[in-house]
């Protein structure tokens, strides 16, 4: 285990260093923070906000939601790029597995992701949304407690995807069509207690889209103990699965490696 | 002006070039065409969802969201398609590949920027179009001015795309970034304009111009405003000379030689 260690430490100290880069994504996710917030000012002043909701839990829940997606550093981009230059055949030569020491190393970017939004943005959000969310600070910490896990398991989902390039040479569709179906089954845009009854919110939770993102992100409309032990049971649940079906699909994808040149 | 003519009858060739590039492997582009759709297919129903929820979004409703996409999907796959270099500047910097630009008598930006393209551009740009000529038909827009919208769109769009990645002059292996900016750019391009307010309205006409791109295109085919149209061309013309100009004003940090490599 001290190898991965190691190699999460140096991608932390190696993603820490790329403040320009980090600073400009952080840019990004606020504007589209700033974006979402108020697309749902505008519709609660319309007058369609939902009675059960507040529109200062909402503006919470938009922030969490669209947190998720840059927690994680980029890490389909890496795999998708090592595989189409061809240098994942270097890799495969070490006593590392390069599935696990590319994990390794996302978790250590996405510790240090951890670190800067978590500090950051609170009271960023705060000024934006002008107040803080009915569950106060227990609603905050399951969220962030839980949008961890989320992020391991969208980790999963990003080599899932950079894997793809060996069938697809093209991982960027294939995680755009991930992130496509998380807006929509995960509860981003519209938390899924509201989703429409042929879309039932009760249903979509148990989808890994859901531990994604609506369901930790939920919990700042409920944060109570149940509730917390169901989302963390279920995200466990999706680790697990999704790493294993990560694990044969790796040993897949070794069968079709082809190095030419040197 | 015989060096304008010349640089458009370049830019004509390198066009016509790419395409037939693109285009050889029938194909493998039709395949990642029909993939290529998928995404948008997913996407939309997430409108239906937040319209089901608030029917009126301060007087953008289904349709006016639909038409904002299709018109952002369609200016996404024309440029990807036509001038996918533009997307790779970041990493044509952190590779030296501008070396060789740099030795031709043309504008870099030119061969830069039209010398690739990305063969799923076709499937996006032919949807787009579909869901343009859907809600034509559907509400009853009108089709006269949606090949001049995808036009200034495109140019809007791409002169952004510009922008941000000319950034990769300072900011080494900026392409991942590049992207998800590129990426979220064309995202709040489909977002209604009534949430665009404030300072935030300030952003979508200047900094990342989506209003321009969409949202006016919009209120032309609802309203027919040709005073905002008329501002709005103006807009996408300055706009496109502040990147051009930023290009070449990233160009003078540009640290050449990283790689030798030659190009016929």
């Given at each position: 285990m001290i190898k991965y260690y190691h190699f999460a430490r140096i991608a932390f100290g190696d993603h820490l260093n790329n403040r320009l880069r980090i600073f400009t994504r952080y840019l990004i996710f606020l504007l589209l923070d700033w974006v979402m917030i108020a697309m749902w000012d505008l519709i609660y002043k319309s007058g369609y906000g939902p009675v059960s909701i507040t529109r200062v839990d909402m503006a919470w829940h938009m922030a969490f939601a669209q947190m998720m997606f840059f927690l994680s550093p980029r890490l389909f981009v890496v795999i998708d790029s090592d595989v189409r230059s061809g240098n994942i055949g270097y890799f495969l030569n070490r006593p590392i597995p390069y599935l696990w020491m590319r994990f390794a190393e996302g978790v250590g970017a996405l510790a240090g992701n951890l670190l800067i939004y978590y500090v950051v943005s609170i009271p960023f959000i705060y000024l934006m949304v002008g107040g803080w969310p009915t569950g106060g600070t227990i609603a905050i910490t399951a969220v962030l407690g839980g949008l961890v896990l989320a992020s391991v398991l969208h980790l999963l989902f990003q080599i899932l995807a950079g894997l793809s390039t060996f069938w697809t040479n093209d991982a960027v569709f294939i995680y755009h069509s991930y992130q496509k179906f998380c807006l929509l089954f995960g509860g981003i845009y519209v938390p899924l207690a509201l989703y429409p009854s042929f879309l039932s919110g009760e249903v979509l939770k148990f989808l890994p889209f859901a531990s994604l993102v609506g369901n930790p992100v939920g919990l700042l409309f409920h944060p109570t103990w149940s509730g917390i032990a169901e989302v963390l049971a279920l995200q466990i649940f999706w680790l697990g699965f999704v790493g294993i079906c990560l694990s044969m699909f790796y040993q897949m994808c070794l069968r079709k490696v082809e190095v030419h040149g040197g | 002006m015989a060096e304008i003519l010349s640089n458009l009858r370049f830019f004509l060739a390198l066009v016509?070039?790419?395409?037939?590039?693109?285009?050889?492997?029938?194909?493998?582009?039709?395949?990642?065409?029909?993939?290529?759709?998928?995404?948008?297919?997913?996407?939309?129903?997430?409108?239906?969802?937040?319209?089901?929820?608030?029917?009126?979004?301060?007087?953008?409703?289904?349709?006016?969201?639909?038409?904002?996409?299709?018109?952002?999907?369609?200016?996404?796959?024309?440029?990807?398609?036509?001038?996918?270099?533009?997307?790779?500047?970041?990493?044509?910097?952190?590779?030296?590949?501008?070396?060789?630009?740099?030795?031709?008598?043309?504008?870099?930006?030119?061969?830069?920027?039209?010398?690739?393209?990305?063969?799923?551009?076709?499937?996006?740009?032919?949807?787009?179009?579909?869901?343009?000529?859907?809600?034509?038909?559907?509400?009853?827009?009108?089709?006269?001015?949606?090949?001049?919208?995808?036009?200034?769109?495109?140019?809007?769009?791409?002169?952004?795309?510009?922008?941000?990645?000319?950034?990769?002059?300072?900011?080494?292996?900026?392409?991942?970034?590049?992207?998800?900016?590129y990426f979220n750019f064309n995202l709040m391009a489909s977002r209604p304009a009534p949430i665009f307010t404030g300072a935030l309205k300030v952003i979508a006409l200047t900094l990342v111009p989506v209003s321009l791109m969409s949202h006016v295109p919009i209120e032309f085919v609802v309203y027919h405003h040709w005073q905002t149209l008329g501002f709005a061309i103006l807009g996408v013309v300055s706009y496109a000379l502040l990147s051009v100009s930023f290009f070449y004003l990233g160009l003078r940090f540009y640290e050449s030689g990283n790689r030798f490599g030659i190009r016929g």
């Open positions: - | 016509r070039m790419t395409f037939k590039s693109a285009t050889g492997q029938r194909s493998a582009m039709l395949i990642r065409a029909i993939f290529s759709v998928t995404p948008h297919l997913i996407y939309i129903p997430i409108w239906f969802i937040v319209f089901t929820v608030a029917p009126d979004l301060g007087g953008w409703k289904l349709e006016h969201a639909l038409y904002a996409y299709g018109l952002s999907i369609a200016c996404w796959g024309l440029v990807s398609l036509f001038a996918f270099g533009l997307r790779m500047i970041p990493e044509q910097i952190d590779h030296g590949e501008l070396d060789s630009y740099l030795t031709l008598p043309k504008p870099v930006l030119l061969s830069a920027a039209f010398s690739s393209s990305k063969n799923t551009g076709l499937g996006e740009l032919l949807f787009g179009i579909g869901l343009l000529i859907f809600c034509c038909v559907r509400y009853d827009f009108s089709w006269v001015p949606m090949p001049f919208f995808l036009i200034i769109g495109s140019v809007v769009f791409a002169s952004g795309i510009l922008f941000f990645a000319t950034l990769g002059f300072w900011l080494k292996q900026f392409l991942g970034s590049a992207e998800e900016i």
